[in-house]
């Protein structure tokens, strides 16, 4: 499965963007997705998790409440819609899926074989 990243730009804080994962290569409804995020200078870290049903989501805790992910599987789409956003928002977000636990919500990005090229978000005070 190919899958590329959309929707970054520039917003001003308190305001919001809608990031989309659009699937090529395969039903995309077969795989779990995970959305990760890297600021300028740190690591990799989780943002939010949805299983192949979405019968399951996951967030972290630094954006539970500001954010939602959610999937359209006839548009073979994942999104995460996020509000409220903040100086700290700032990074560049990477969609990730795995077929492998396709049932669960992963926050582990090392069990993401498949990842997106990534879309930068600015967040500015």
């Known amino acids: 499965v190919q899958l590329q990243a959309s929707g970054g730009g520039l917003v001003q804080a308190g305001g919001s963007l809608r990031l989309s994962c659009a699937a090529s290569?395969?039903?995309?409804?077969?795989?779990?997705v995970g959305w990760f995020r890297q600021g300028p200078g740190k690591g990799r870290k989780f943002v939010s998790a949805?299983?192949?049903?979405?019968?399951?989501?996951s967030y972290a805790d630094s954006v539970k409440g500001r954010f939602t992910i959610s999937r359209d599987s006839a548009e073979n789409t994942v999104y995460l819609q996020m509000n409220s956003l903040e100086p700290e928002d700032t990074a560049v977000y990477y969609c990730?899926?795995?077929?492998?636990?396709?049932?669960?919500?992963?926050?582990?990005?090392?069990?993401?074989?498949?990842w997106g090229q990534g879309t930068l978000v600015t967040v500015s005070s």
């Open positions: 290569g395969d039903t995309f409804s077969n795989y779990a």
């Open positions: 990730a899926a795995n077929f492998r636990y396709r049932t669960q919500v992963v926050d582990k990005f090392s069990l993401y074989p498949y």
């Open positions: 949805i299983n192949w049903s979405a019968g399951r989501t």
